[in-house]
């Protein structure tokens, strides 16, 4: 039986699902693709896949928040960052997975206990803190471009902690010094060659099934040009 994890509106996921396109992080999949896509858990759509079309028409369909056990949702309305000041929400189809997006928790000192409690559910958009969905701006030097990646906000490094964190890693010592709190109101924020680290979800093919899955890691980015808080909406 189908057993899928609560996952309540505001929540950070990322999602499998199938499609034509190709277009973002995807693989083969028989005469398709198969992708993952990041981004914070708006609502869920069921009873509609007969009708083979969503559109605008989604919001008549029976919405479902959290997602309930034993039942894939028809489609996943979620929100993200498609580029700098550029939020959008997508409704996503051909669902085949869903999964709550991991955080740090205590008693790991990266997990940024006090802060989280201290500024616990602000809703202005220039504070960010850990375990925020996020989408983070920076310069990608491989592609010579700028792009932007969804997750969810763990910590940041500075050009001073980043030499620490070079003379330790990978056995840095319990408590080595980061960042927690993101604001911009106060131009205490990443930039420059700064380190944003943040989990999400990435795809691959499975080393036991070799079925299409998705699995979280922790990455980060450098080049930072920005880190935006990821709002609910409706699609």
Not at 150 to 163: E, H, T
Not at 184 to 205: E, M, Q, T
Request: charged share 15%; net charge positive; with cysteine.
């Amino acid at each position: 039986m189908l057993v899928l994890p609560l996952i309540r509106h505001g929540s950070c996921i990322g999602i499998l699902y199938f499609s034509y396109s190709g277009s973002g992080a995807c693989l083969n999949y028989d005469s398709g693709w198969v992708c993952v896509h990041n981004g914070k858990f708006n609502y869920a759509v069921y009873g509609a896949y007969k009708q083979k079309k969503y559109g605008k028409k989604a919001k008549e369909y029976h919405l479902v928040t959290p997602v309930p056990a034993g039942q894939m949702p028809d489609a996943i309305c979620i929100g993200h960052w498609a580029g700098p000041n550029k939020q959008e929400t997508r409704l996503f189809t051909g669902i085949a997975d869903v999964h709550l997006t991991p955080d740090l928790h205590s008693p790991s000192n990266y997990a940024c206990a006090g802060t989280r409690q201290q500024y616990h559910g602000t809703a202005d958009p220039n504070i960010i803190v850990p375990g925020d969905c996020i989408g983070v701006h920076f310069y990608d030097a491989q592609k010579g471009k700028n792009d932007i990646k969804n997750g969810r906000y763990l910590f940041w490094l500075d050009a001073q902690q980043i030499k620490q964190y070079q003379q330790y890693y990978p056995k840095y010592p319990p408590g080595h010094p980061h960042h927690c709190l993101i604001d911009y109101n106060k131009h205490y924020a990443p930039s420059g060659n700064s380190l944003v680290y943040y989990f999400h979800y990435n795809i691959r093919y499975s080393p036991t099934t070799g079925v299409a899955e998705i699995y979280p890691e922790v990455k980060f980015k450098t080049n930072i040009k920005r880190v935006y808080k990821t709002k609910t909406g409706s699609c």
